[in-house]
């Protein structure tokens, strides 16, 4: 009756700090709607017109900074959002038949690749790797995603495996270097904060 109560959290003051779980939600819906903000702007490329985009720099940059398990989580987000009819699969296309065509195997590596790529960059104590361990995972991470999309296009095409990827590898090595050079320099700097508090 007479002893102190605490307060609820005032979230307003700003002293106030947003808790763990909290942290992990936000992270999650940002890297889905960065995922889905990076397709918009897709550009096709021949000879099947698969396109090229920004999403699988969103992609890595989700398992850098959110780890292995909310990374899968704002993935598969992501891909049940497409599914259900939201446009935010390449160009604003959405919906099963974009998981059932030449580009599905690509969408199941996003999800894929998170826990490849974190477990490359992290030592067993927690801490993070140095650079050559940031080049590698993210590297990887690109691997398991051209790993599963090269053979699920060349079956949806009925391609053979070198005409596969020369529509779906080849065209995409620049845009691949560019943004893993990106993405380990964003990773190394956020990495360290982000390890500590989302992983």
């Known amino acids: ?13 700003p002293d106030a700090r947003v808790g763990p779980l909290e942290l992990r939600i936000l992270g999650m819906l940002l890297f889905t709607l960065l995922t889905s903000l990076s397709a918009l702007v897709a550009i096709p490329l021949p000879p099947d017109g698969i396109p090229m985009t920004l999403q699988t720099l969103a992609v890595v940059l989700a398992a850098l900074c959110l780890g292995p398990r909310v990374g899968m989580a704002s993935m598969g987000l992501y891909i049940a959002v497409g599914l259900i009819g939201a446009g935010v699969f390449a160009d604003g296309s959405a919906g099963i038949a974009v998981l059932a065509g ?5 969408l199941i590596g996003f999800f894929l690749c998170q826990p490849v ?35 699920w296009y060349a079956f949806v095409r009925d391609h053979a495996l070198a005409r596969a990827l020369e529509g779906g590898f080849y065209p995409f090595i620049p845009g691949l270097i ?4 990106l993405a ?16």
């Open 117 to 151: 790529i974190t477990s490359i960059i992290r030592k067993r104590d927690g801490e993070m790797r140095g650079w050559g361990a940031m080049v590698l995972g993210v590297l990887a991470g690109h691997l398991v995603i051209f790993a599963l999309g090269i053979p």
């Open 102 to 106: 030449q580009t599905g195997g690509y």
């Open 184 to 199: 380990v320099l964003i990773g190394r700097w956020a990495c360290p904060w982000a390890m500590k508090r989302l992983w």
């Open 178 to 181: 560019l943004k893993t050079a």
């Open 1 to 13: 009756m007479g002893g102190a109560t605490n307060p609820a959290r005032d979230l307003t003051k």
